[in-house]
């Protein structure tokens, strides 16, 4: 089994929805992270959480929030979906301990 | 803020070639990590390579090494007979322990491998 899962692997929803995407992890990591990746601009951070009780913005947050469940579950939500927001999301997780993070196998968002 | 570049949006190489793809970064930080990641058509991140920038050595790893030069902020990736497989978007990426280890990446480069 996949050490980090996010559900659904593709959506394509429609202006204005709310919607939610979704990371379980089974390394035991406390850091979690959401990258969104858009053509030609690599992967930039959207939220980050290093522990349950603690929830950072990343360099672009805006219109996007989280929540971390618990140690090994974060979702990341769209409160109102617009067309910019289309792109591949993807989580991540990783130790304190170490330098590496470890990503699931992305979500492919549409929003049309 | 960091950031890191990749010059070449694509490159190719002929198959049992060698090829070496090129990034550099912007830091004030002295101790940080940097990374190759690999995101072939399934889009999985995939590690490839890293390197501890308070290492002076070389990393590697089978086909693949790196030409770290620290001074210069260059990062470049060695691929030594190349494999269809390798065909893919191969990310740089940045991180320090003192921003948490959050990944600051290049915008990428496509590498195509002709048979």
């Known amino acids: 089994d996949a050490d980090v899962t996010q559900t659904p692997r593709n959506r394509i929803t429609k202006t204005g929805k709310r919607i939610m995407l979704e990371c379980s992890q089974t390394?035991?990591?406390?850091?979690m992270y959401w990258y969104r990746q858009d053509p030609g601009l690599g992967l930039r951070l959207i939220y980050y959480s290093f522990d349950v009780k603690d929830i950072n913005k990343g360099e672009i947050s805006d219109g996007y929030s989280v929540s971390r469940q618990a140690q090994a579950k974060f979702s990341l939500s769209l409160e109102s979906a617009i067309p910019n927001q289309t792109a591949l999301y993807f989580c991540?997780?990783?130790?304190?301990?170490?330098?590496?993070?470890?990503f699931g196998p992305g979500t492919r968002l549409t929003v049309l | 803020a960091q950031t890191v570049t990749q010059s070449q949006p694509e490159m190719s190489v002929q198959e049992a070639e060698t090829v070496t793809l090129s990034c550099t970064y912007d830091t004030s930080e002295s101790d940080y990590y940097l990374f190759w990641y690999k995101q072939p058509p399934s889009r999985q991140m995939i590690l490839v390579i890293r390197q501890e920038a308070y290492k002076q050595q070389n990393a590697t790893e089978n086909r693949f090494s790196v030409n770290f030069q620290k001074a210069a902020k260059s990062f470049s990736l060695k691929i030594s007979d190349s494999q269809l497989g390798d065909a893919a978007m191969y990310f740089c990426a940045y991180s320090s322990h003192n921003a948490g280890n959050m990944l600051t990446f290049g915008g990428g480069t496509r590498l195509m491998v002709k048979p």
């Open positions: 390394k035991g990591h406390d850091r």
């Open positions: 991540a997780t990783g130790a304190e301990s170490t330098d590496t993070q470890y």
